[in-house]
Every structure is written in structure tokens, then in C-alpha cells.
């Protein structure tokens, strides 16, 4: 079983910056790929940005390539996203998966474990 758990959201004015956090409970965190999802108000959950085992590829959703940042520190079991340049479109609740695979996906049906989320919210 691995339990994830976000950290580090809340209120930004648009063109600030946020860093999150998933701390994963899992002794083989290198084993897994992870990613980054959003999920706004009456929205369907939608992808931004994923992380293979290594660190050495990634990928984002073309609405936030050039602002994102996502990266890991598997001697920590933790995966991270910086958040640059925010607007107020990317206000959403902010969830962590992970799948069991080496590779990254964009899917959320391909992601076996998920956080309970962190709010993140864009002022104009």
C-alpha cells in the first residue's frame, strides 16, 4: 500500500509562485512513476505533469509548460511541483498518484495510489 500525502497549497496572487509537496510512505518510491493532477470546481480532473522512476523525463500539459516544474528526491519520497507565474485559471484541488510503473502517463486511470489533495487558489 502507498499512501501519499500533499502539502504546501493555498492563496497566491496571479504571477506568484508555489512549491508542492507528496510525501510517500513507501520504501520503493524509486519504483514507481509519479504524477501531478488538477481538479477545478465542476471540472473533470485533467493532467499536469508527470515524472518517470529516474527524474530523467518528464512531461507537462501544454497550459502550464514554461511555468511548471515537476521533480522528485526518491532519498526523500518526495515528488515536487514548482509553481511559477500562477493565474487565476489554475485554481483547482492539486492531487499526487502513482503508478506502478517505471514510465509516465497522462491518464488518471493509468495511476494506482492518490493524496487526498491540497487547494490551490489564484487571486486576480
Known amino acids: 500500500q502507498v499512501q501519499l500525502v500533499e502539502s504546501g497549497g493555498g492563496l497566491v496572487q496571479a504571477g506568484g509562485s508555489l512549491r508542492l509537496s507528496c510525501a510517500a510512505s513507501?520504501?520503493?518510491?524509486?519504483?514507481?512513476?509519479m504524477g501531478w493532477f488538477r481538479q477545478a470546481p465542476g471540472k473533470d480532473r485533467e493532467f499536469v505533469a508527470a515524472?518517470?522512476?529516474?527524474?530523467?523525463?518528464?512531461s507537462y500539459a501544454d497550459s502550464v509548460k514554461g511555468r511548471f516544474t515537476i521533480s522528485r528526491d526518491n532519498a526523500k519520497n518526495t515528488l515536487y511541483l514548482q509553481m511559477n507565474s500562477l493565474t487565476p485559471e489554475d485554481t483547482a484541488v492539486y492531487f499526487c498518484?502513482?503508478?506502478?510503473?517505471?514510465?509516465?502517463?497522462?491518464?488518471?486511470?493509468?495511476?494506482?495510489?492518490w493524496g487526498q489533495g491540497t487547494q490551490v487558489t489564484v487571486s486576480s
Open positions: 515524472i518517470s522512476w529516474s527524474g530523467g523525463r518528464q
Open positions: 513507501v520504501r520503493t518510491f524509486r519504483r514507481f512513476a
Open positions: 498518484a502513482a503508478r506502478d510503473f517505471l514510465q509516465i502517463a497522462s491518464i488518471p486511470g493509468d495511476y494506482r495510489y
